[in-house]
Every structure is written in C-alpha cells, then in structure tokens.
C-alpha cells in the first residue's frame, strides 16, 4: 500500500492503496466516481474509458501509479457549470442507450475523437470506435449522436470566433 | 427513511424518497424497511398507484426494464387510463418488497400481457377518483370532466379539483378483483385507443439523462458500509472435482478475509476488490478432471448432436400425408442446418452485492426477474420467503441472462456465510465461458415441388443440444447450487422448436428432438434463455430453406413466400396472414425491391452485392426484413449495408422508443449472424473474452436502418386494438434475411452460423465464386 494522489474532474485526492491497482478500482470505490465501468479488465471492450491528457484511456488495465498528478477526467467530470457536454445532450437528443452499461465507453472514446477530429467522416467514426464495444448494439444511434455533437460543437466554435473576430475589428 | 410498506400502512406521508422523474439514487433507499418482507397484495389498489398531494404519481409495477424502455411505456398507458400528464408520474420496478410479483421481465410480455392489469388498476384508480370528486360536488359522475389530474364540473368549470386534493397522502383502500395477478381488474373500464393522448407520443426515456451523466446508481454501484468483495475460483476443465485447497497460498495477500468452498464452488473474499482479484489469481486448488470427456469439440458438435440418442423426442405435428407428397413430388430439396451455442456475454460479468443485516437478506441485483431470484436464494439457502428480498436496479444488457442469476445466489450465501454485506462480481474469461448459452440447433429440412413450382410438402427435423434450461431462477439450474452437489431428480429436458406455421403447406411433418451433451450438470453449456430463445435457430432454417424452395421453383423469393400465405383462407390463420401480408408488402415497398429469382446474375469485381428477405410471426408480433449485402470475395467479409424491416406490434406506446429498441435488435441478430459462437475442446469453453469471442462492433454497422412500423390489423381503426412484445421477433429472422442476400448475391448458400470471414470464404472457394 503506498499514498498515490490522483486529480481526477478538477479536484484532488490521495488514496492509500497498492500501487499496481487498476485506475477503475480506485475511481469506483475510493472515489464513488463509478461512471467508469467493469467490462472485461483485459483493455478490450471499453467500458471503462476515461481520458487522461486527451487520451482515451482504459482505466482497467491502467495501474494507478502510472496516472499520479495527471488531469483524469471521468464521464462525472464531462458537463461545465452543470451544463452536459454536446456529446451527451447528442445522446440524449438521439436517445442513444438501451441498457447503457457501455455508454460510459462510448461517450468518452468519441469525446477524445472529437477533440482531436472535430470533422470525422462516417468512415473515422466507424474506425475510430471500433474496439468500443456495445452488447445492446446501439451502434446506429451511437454514431449519429457522434454526427450530431459534431454539429452542435462545430457551431459553437464557429460562432464564438466570429464573436472574437468582430470584437477585434471593434 | 419512510419504507412505501410504511407509507402503505399509515395514512400520511411526504418522504417517500425519490423524484417524479422517476430513477435515481433513491431507489434503492426506499427499501431500506427493517424486514420481514411479505408479498404485497396485488388485490388492493394500493399495491399499485400512489398519488401524492402535488398531485403527482408513482406506478409500482412487478416488471423490470432491460433497456427498451418499458418503463416509459407503463408510464405512458397508466398516465393515460388515469387521466393524469405523463411528466407527472414516476415508475418503480421489480424491488419484490414494494412492487407487486408480475414476475420481471421475459417473453417480451411487459406490455402484450403486463400492461392489460397495468391499465385496469389505472382506470379503476380514476374511476374511484371521479366518485370521490362526484361526492365532493354532489353531482352525478357523468357531469364530470378529468383533464390532467384535474376534475372539474362540465357546467361550471370554476368547481374543480386535483387528484392529489382528493386522495393525496390516503389511501384508495379498493379491493380489486381476478384469480391471478394477470387478471387484476377493478370494475372500470379499459379506454378506447382513440381516446389516448400520451401512448403514441414519443417522450423521451427518463432513465436516459442519468445513465448519461453519470448519476445513476446500478446493481454494479451498490455498496452499504462493511461490504467486502468476493471473486470465485472456477473449475479449471467442466465437470472436475475439488480435491484440496491450499489456503496458505492466499494468506500474504493484503485484506484477505476468508476462502469459502462446498462441494466445487470456491470463492475468495478480501475487504477491497482488487485484492480478492489477486487472491483469486493466487489460490493453489487441486482439482481432479472427469473420467470422461464433458463434451465433444465444438467443431465436431453437430457431428455429436446428430448421430446422439435424443435424450427426449416431441410427438411430430404431421399435416396431411408429408411422405406420399414428397414421394410424388416433382422436385424434392433436401438440406441441413446448423447453429452454434451462442453465449449471452453481457458487456458487464455478473455481479450482485448481499446484505444480510437484521437477520434479513436484501439482494442488489439486475435480475430481469427479481421476483424469482427471491424464491430461489429462499429455497437454496433454506430462508423463509419473506426474510429475503431483491432490490432491483440496472444492469447490462441482460436479455435472460440473469435468468439464472449465478452472481445474485453467490452473493447471498457469501453474505450469510460471511455475517456482513458481499459483492461478489465474475471476471470476463469467467462469464464469458460459465454464462448460460443458447441452445446449439442442427436441423434438417425436405420439401417437394410439383411441377408448376408450388410447395406441395415440407418436412423440418429439428434437434437442439438443450439441457437444464428452466429459466426462473430455480435455485438447481443455477451453478453455484449446482456445483455443491444439488440436483433435481430429472434435468428439465428443454425443447426444440419449430418455426412458425404460417404459410399454407398442404403437407408437413414437424419433429423435434432434444440431445444431451454428456456433462449434464455443473457445465459451462448449460443452456438459458438467450434473447428469443429458440427463435433465429428455428427460423434461419426454415426461412432459409424457404428462399431456397423459391430459388429451385425459379420464382422471387417474396412472390413465393405470398402465395404460400394467401392460400386456404377458410382455416383459422387468417388474421396473422392479413397482418403478415401487409408487413412483407410494407417492407418490399420501403426496400424497392426488384422482383427475380435468385441468385443475381454472376458479375464481376470484388464486391457482390445481393438481397434477401425473410419473415417471422411470434406471439402475435409480425416481422418482414429485407437485408442488402456487400460480399468480398477475396476476403469472405460480409457487410451488410442496408437493413429494412417492417415492425407490426399492434398499437404502439412509443414509436421512437420502438424504433430504437427494432434497430438495436436487428444489429443484435447481425452479430448473430456473422460473429458470435461459442468455442470448446473436450475439457472446457475456450471463449474467454472478446478476441476469442468475437461480437458486432460500431465498423460492421449498417449504412442504413429502416424501420417500417405497420398496423396490418384487417380492423386497424379498433377501439382495442391490442399492444404485442416489441423486445425480441425483430432479431428472430435476420440470420435467414443475411443467409438470403449472401446466396442473391453469390449463388453461393450458407447453411451454418455465424457467417464469418474464413467461413464464408471456404464456402465461396469451394463453389468457385
């Protein structure tokens, strides 16, 4: 057991625990940060995802030591000032899950996606969240929520540089 | 905290603790009564509908909600009968202490049966309600008008009041009437569909916003303070033997508590869950391997299944004289189907946590039949009924897995040999390997032509390896009781199944069979109720036999199937034939189909495209689907690009809600299709996780999904045109729709699932394609 200190959504913790532990073991029962979920503990369903320096990162094969004094950020720390993320106003607009055990893997893999490639093709998308994986199979509506957010963080973007654009011909 | 018991019992109440928006973390704290937990008397009222002086209610209904938001839907028909806004109303499901026993979930019956007594309490709750506001005003009922929970008097609207005035805080104190649960009614009657305002809407499902940000507890996320968590330690080869264990292996390990075994179930538990994972990983077990192998490979299955005694053999169905018609026929088809075990490999192992605090036993599960899970745990750990309740909460993808809920039995004796609360949850290879598994199905079919193409015989010889398969969490058929030695004196035979009978064949012969594997119990096959349990095996043969019936008559494969179901009109199927009828034309239209035979005409490239159609009737619920495919032929690869299907369920609660359940569904039998099996050697499951166990992923999704939702009722303007399970007939022909498109395309006829890449390309190989 060793005191790592973990800043997860903003805020900091320490945690007495074995170095080697899995992330998601600490996130969920140290933390109650239980958005991150038990899939398969092998790195290869996803459902545990959190993103980590803007990387989607598998939180079940990822040992806490390795993770000390990086920004996590978990499927809690998504929405600002109480306001969801595109990404999950766009599930809820799509109404996206069925049992929705995965989609805490769904949402943040395309968070991560979309952060890097706020454009992607139906090709992209498909490829970019092809190890994440859904039992349900909300694949359909998962994508066009992906589309969707796309949109609405596009706009959003768009209209905040043309506010800055005007400000500096002012 | 208030218990709903309490609040049933006493008059008042204001803490009842949880939103109108109807889940949330409270749930569960609205179980926290003392015990003991008797069933709630499904004959009063009360049990069912309580309204609150704000005028809100709450629906405690016995059903639980996989995902396909049923929950949404019960709001929507008993908001509607009750006469009150949707928004105003919560939902409470499946905890067996403060809902009545309508079983949980299963069959796709939470509304074609479940909702009739939904409904009938809910009229009968406005109906009280109209007398009580009648009272009030001294005018007869019939001068009364509800509008949104609001009574008022039709001649002088000023005189008016809310259901919350009339009843908030007290009770109805109605009796209800009916021999069983099913048949709970008061003495009001059930509205017209016409005079619905919510059903037919699409409000969206309230479970979705906390399952998005985060908020939601699940069973996963229960935990009460002193819980410890346990991991199991599973036979290495099926059916070995504990000889000894050497605790001294997991004595070093940080927070170990205990390692508890009987008979061959061994379990570990340690106070935090990363270390009963390590001591799991850790415990040095000496087990002893059977004697004999427990099963064949699973490449030599069907071999096995074939040439195997049936351990049980239904009496056939013969129609007319199926041997003298093929004799006479003037082509005779002759073909064998096969199809794997398929497991449930939810996205999330089992889990449940016990406590067994105040001598009682509180179970947190995702058991989709809560109620059956409470029955069991009493009778396997010889408690009285009454001391053992299931808190339901949500859970992955369950679709009859927690049908024999492994994880909800492990943690209830763990707690009671523990003395304090246990999790207990499976690791991936664990469930993966031990889940239950759809029967394995290998059927042979014949059929006769005469000499103008018309399908004059049809024979389908059906056998499933399907053994132990009840379903109701009878504590023998769940393995932690079986692997201590429990056994009931015959295992349940399970069954076969034939497909749907409605087209008009002259002359038929249905026989079904049931072959054993020889490891019978504590088996890692054993069988369960995979989604539509029999349903894709039975109708990929049939309907792909079918389509191959049309291919040698040189007729379309639709024109085929709807002269089969126009004919003899004067027999009793002439309702699910109309409703067939308009569900394959719904679909033809919304595809464009092309009608020709199959296959297309050879062409060149790569990529081979074709289409397929197949149908199925399941209680009551008609599905046509249409599937274009792209077929490599260098790769095998199949991608299906276009799916269209034609949905009849009757009335409709939700149509959005439908529509998503009807696309996941459809993607659920395309991963049947071209993905999933089950592997084996002679020792043990070797699927073990999602490489060895490959599923559908977001790259084979289809381009496009069209759900076609139809009413084919030959009297669609019915004031009680009735609302049929919507959760499983959608996957039931999408193995066959594939199978169609991939011979349309290729020639080439794939008999065996699923259609992987290797398989698909030894089969288009072998017909030089």
Redesign the interface.
């Known amino acids: 057991?060793a005191n790592i200190s973990l800043r997860v959504n903003g805020k900091s913790h320490t945690v007495d625990?074995?170095p080697a532990?899995?992330l998601l073991?600490v996130l969920?029962?140290d933390l109650d940060?239980?958005?991150p979920?038990?899939?398969?503990?092998?790195g290869?369903?996803g459902?545990c995802t959190v993103i980590i320096k803007g990387e989607a990162v598998r939180s079940c094969i990822r040992p806490v030591s390795t993770v000390q004094g990086a920004e996590i950020t978990?499927?809690?720390g998504?929405?600002v000032n109480g306001k969801?993320h595109p990404l999950?106003q766009a599930?809820?607009d799509e109404?996206?899950?069925?049992?929705?055990?995965?989609?805490?893997g769904q949402?943040m893999t395309a968070k991560a996606l979309l952060d890097k490639n706020p454009t992607p093709t139906?090709a992209q998308?498909?490829?970019g969240?092809?190890?994440?994986?859904?039992?349900?199979?909300?694949?359909?509506?998962?994508?066009s929520a992906i589309k969707l957010a796309a949109k609405t963080i596009t706009s959003a973007r768009n209209e905040d540089s043309e506010q800055k654009g005007s400000e500096v011909i002012a | 905290m208030t218990t709903r018991r309490d609040f049933i019992k006493t008059s008042g109440f204001l803490v009842v603790g949880f939103s109108v928006a109807g889940v949330g973390n409270e749930i569960p704290l609205l179980a926290q009564g003392p015990g003991p937990y008797p069933d709630l008397d499904f004959r009063q009222l009360d049990s069912w509908i309580v309204i609150r002086q704000d005028n809100t209610a709450t629906f405690f209904v016995g059903k639980t909600d996989l995902g396909q938001g049923t929950g949404t839907a019960f709001r929507q028909i008993m908001a509607d009968e009750l006469d009150m806004p949707y928004d105003s109303t919560s939902c409470v499901m499946g905890t067996t202490d403060v809902t009545v026993d309508q079983g949980g979930s299963g069959g796709s019956d939470a509304l074609q049966t479940d909702g009739y007594p939904m409904r009938r309490v809910a009229a009968e709750a406005r109906r009280v309600l109209l007398e009580l506001a009648a009272a009030r005003f001294g005018v007869p009922v019939g001068q009364l008008v509800v509008t949104d929970g609001v009574v008022s008097v039709a001649a002088d609207p000023s005189k008016k009041v809310t259901y919350g005035e009339l009843i908030g805080g007290k009770r109805f104190n109605v009796t209800l009437t009916g021999n069983n649960i099913n048949a709970t009614t008061g003495t009001a009657p059930l509205k017209d569909v016409q005079q619905f305002k919510v059903v037919g809407t699409s409000p969206q499902r309230y479970d979705i916003p906390p399952k998005v940000d985060g908020s939601l507890k699940w069973a996963v996320d229960a935990k009460v303070p002193g819980m410890v968590h346990a991991r199991n330690v599973k036979p290495p080869f099926a059916g070995a033997k504990l000889v000894s264990i050497d605790e001294s292996s997991v004595k070093g390990v940080p927070g170990f508590l205990k390692v508890v075994s009987r008979g061959n179930y061994v379990a570990v538990v340690c106070e935090r869950e990363e270390q009963a994972i390590q001591a799991a990983r850790q415990l040095k077990v000496n087990w002893q391997k059977p004697a004999t192998a427990p099963f064949p490979t699973s490449e030599n299955l069907f071999n096995f299944m074939r040439s195997a005694t049936p351990t049980f053999s239904a009496m056939p169905t013969v129609v007319g004289n199926p041997d003298g018609a093929l004799k006479g026929a003037a082509k005779v088809l002759e073909a064998t189907y096969e199809i794997p075990f398929q497991g449930h490999t939810a996205i999330g192992p089992a889990h449940a946590m016990a406590d067994p605090s105040n001598d009682q036993l509180t179970i947190y599960s995702n058991d989709m039949k809560s109620y059956g899970l409470r029955d069991g745990v009493a009778e396997f750990l010889k408690m009285p009924r009454d001391r053992v309740r299931v808190v339901w909460m949500e859970g992955p993808q369950a679709y009859g897995r927690t049908a024999a809920d492994d994880a909800g039995f492990e943690a209830a004796f763990l707690a009671k040999e523990l003395g304090r609360p246990v999790r207990v949850q499976w690791m991936r290879n664990e469930e993966t390997a031990w889940d239950t598994k759809g029967p394995a199905f290998a059927v042979r079919v014949r059929g006769g032509l005469d000499a103008q193409g018309n399908l004059v015989a049809f024979e389908y010889d059906a056998r499933s390896a399907d053994f132990n398969h009840l379903g109701y969490n009878e504590h023998d058929t769940v393995l932690i009781s079986q692997l201590m030695g429990n056994r009931r004196e015959m295992p349940a035979r399970g069954s076969a199944a034939a497909p749907s009978e409605m087209y008009a064949i002259p002359n038929r012969r249905m026989a079904l069979h049931v072959v054993s594997l020889p490891l019978v119990w504590e088996t890692p096959l054993r069988t369960g109720n995979l989604r539509d349990p029999n349903g894709p095996q039975a109708t990929f043969a049939s309907e792909s036999f079918i389509d191959e019936l049309a291919a040698a008559a040189n007729a379309d494969p639709v024109e085929f199937r709807m002269k089969l179901l126009q004919a003899a009109p004067d027999d009793d199927s002439g309702f699910k034939r109309a409703r067939s009828i308009a569900c394959i034309k719904a679909a033809v239209e919304a595809f464009k189909w092309d009608t020709r035979p199959s296959p297309k005409r050879a062409a060149n490239g790569d990529v081979l495209t074709g289409r397929g159609i197949a149908y199925t009737y399941r209680s009551q619920t008609v599905v046509a689907q249409i599937a274009e495919v792209e077929v490599n032929r260098r790769t095998g690869r199949v991608w299906v690009k276009r799916l269209v299907c034609a949905h009849d369920c009757g009335l409709i609660i939700n149509p959005e809600g439908l529509r998503r359940t009807i696309e996941a569904g459809l993607l659920y039998g395309l991963s049947r299709a071209l993905h999933e099996e089950v592997s084996f050697d002679t020792e043990k499951v070797t699927s073990v996780d999602w490489v060895s166990s490959p599923t559908l992923t977001h790259a084979d999704c289809p381009e496009s999904i069209e759900v076609v939702l139809v009413n084919g009722d030959p009297n669609p303007k019915r004031s009680d045109l009735p609302h049929y399970g919507a959760g499983e007939t959608m996957l039931k022909p999408t193995l066959a729709a594939i199978g169609n498109a991939v011979f349309d395309a290729t020639g080439v006829r794939l008999r065996r699932v699923p259609f992987r890449n290797a398989r698909v390309l030894a089969a288009l190989k072998a017909a030089q394609v």
Do not use: H, K
Request: with cysteine; aromatic share 10%; proline share 3%.
């Open positions: 057991m625990v074995d532990t899995p073991y969920r029962n940060l239980q958005g979920r038990f899939g398969c503990g092998l290869q369903c459902a978990t499927l809690e998504l929405a969801l999950q599930w809820i109404q996206v899950p069925a049992c929705g055990f995965c989609q805490n949402i139906d998308i498909r490829q969240m092809a190890s994440t994986l859904c039992r349900c199979m909300t694949y359909y509506r998962i994508q």
